[in-house]
């Protein structure tokens, strides 16, 4: 993986907007990027368990914003069918469960925190819409880049 969040900021100044610091790592890849597919939940996860489940993720990472409620959106078996389906990453603006064994996984997964429950009753959820999260504006398409050092969001491929 060719690339650090510090570098791209430095030399993309004009390019880049940066997510906030509360994101956590709970993947088994601490570093990964990839061309943004965005999902907005109310509380529930079936509409991004069957979307991870369904498709290619080659060279993708799944932007997930719950608007923070706590719920957790992302376990073991939504990180099952990211790895079965070959995703870089997921990142949550909310919380994830089963994170001893969402480590497991070689993609990545960072989230603002964890809760060990799940919504029910199941609520439909919407994919490629835009995002905000942390004031920055997430769109289908965009490029994230994600390190130790942070998250990096940039309108094109930087690298």
């Known amino acids: 993986m060719g690339f650090f969040t510090a ?3 430095d030399e993309f ?7 906030g610091p509360d994101f956590k790592s709970y993947g088994g890849n601490k570093k990964f990027r990839g061309e943004v597919i965005t999902v907005k939940l109310e509380k529930n996860n079936k509409d991004l368990a069957t979307f991870l489940k369904n498709n290619d993720g080659t060279g993708k990472v799944v932007v997930v914003d719950v608007n923070m409620r706590y719920f957790a959106v992302v376990g073991d078996n939504l990180m099952r069918f990211a790895a ?4 870089e990453g997921i990142i949550v603006n909310g919380y994830v469960r089963d994170t001893i064994n969402t480590k497991d ?4 997964l960072v989230a603002k925190g964890t809760c060990p429950r799940k919504y029910i009753p199941i609520q439909d959820g919407q994919i490629g819409v835009p995002l905000v999260i942390d004031d920055v504006e997430i769109y289908p398409g965009d490029y994230i880049y994600v390190d130790v050092d942070g998250i990096v969001i940039s309108k094109e491929k930087l690298v």
């Open 7 to 9: 570098d791209l900021c």
């Open 13 to 19: 100044s004009e390019k880049v907007q940066i997510l």
């Open 84 to 87: 079965d389906n070959k995703y």
């Open 105 to 108: 996984f070689e993609i990545g």
